[in-house]
């Protein structure tokens, strides 16, 4: 398996566009999380999914952030309108269901000027 | 929720000597704890992992204690080396819960 795969790398945009972020998670994993690092504030997790239902979205900042997983192999977190307090790495990780390996994509480095 | 310290926030080590890195957790019902290490522009990867019915696990160089009245468990590397600077987060998750709450890192800088 190729691991979870995000995309893009790198965004860059302008304050006021809308970003989409997306995320292929490892074949078999039923659970899917989003986590935002920042150099203030660490790894924050934003939203999780078990199989393909959102779970605990509590962490999502305000209504500009939204977050869906269509089916098991798909999931895009979208921020609108983007802020410049938005720019951070945005991660995509998936699991087994229970406890164990959390397994990151690369990460999406997002920039809102 | 889940509140995860982390301790310390940076530390240096002379090559060849021990680093560790500190935990609490305030779940008591948290039964599963993994230590990440991500390098410079990587993602976070797993380097060792204990459930809360084991109070200690070694892996080579690496070894983690747990200590569940305290709430705290703690990453000890030995005989360190170049290669394992980087920034490491502790993370805990509570019982039938798939959410990981993770510390807020530990930068390590090893010097040769």
């Known amino acids: 398996d190729a691991g979870v795969i995000q995309s893009p790398r790198h965004e860059v945009t302008e304050m006021g566009q809308e970003v989409t972020l997306r995320c292929k998670p490892i074949s078999g994993h039923n659970s899917l999380f989003w986590y935002r690092q920042t150099m203030m504030r660490g790894l924050e997790l934003l939203i999780y999914f078990n199989n393909n239902v959102p779970i605990d979205d509590s962490g999502m900042p305000e209504d500009r952030f939204s977050a869906k997983m269509p089916n098991a192999s798909f999931s895009t977190l979208k921020i609108q309108p983007s802020e410049p307090r938005d720019s951070a790495v945005y991660f995509c990780?998936?699991?087994?269901?229970?406890?164990?390996?959390?397994?990151f994509g690369e990460g999406s480095r997002l920039t809102v000027l | 929720g889940e509140n995860v310290e982390q301790h310390p926030s940076t530390l240096s080590v002379q090559e060849g000597d021990s680093a560790v890195i500190k935990c609490t957790y305030s779940?008591?019902?948290?039964?599963?704890f993994p230590w990440y290490k991500q390098e410079l522009g990587k993602r976070p990867q797993l380097i060792i992992d204990?459930?809360?019915?084991?109070g200690e696990k070694k892996d080579q160089r690496i070894a983690v204690t747990l200590n569940k009245t305290a709430k705290h468990f703690s990453l000890h590397i030995t005989e360190t080396q170049p290669e394992d600077s980087a920034v490491y987060f502790c993370a805990a998750r509570g019982f039938g819960n798939e959410k990981l709450t993770f510390g807020t890192g530990t930068r390590l800088t090893i010097i040769p």
């Open positions: 990780a998936s699991s087994e269901q229970g406890p164990g390996e959390l397994f």
């Open positions: 204990i459930r809360s019915n084991v």
């Open positions: 779940d008591s019902a948290s039964n599963y």
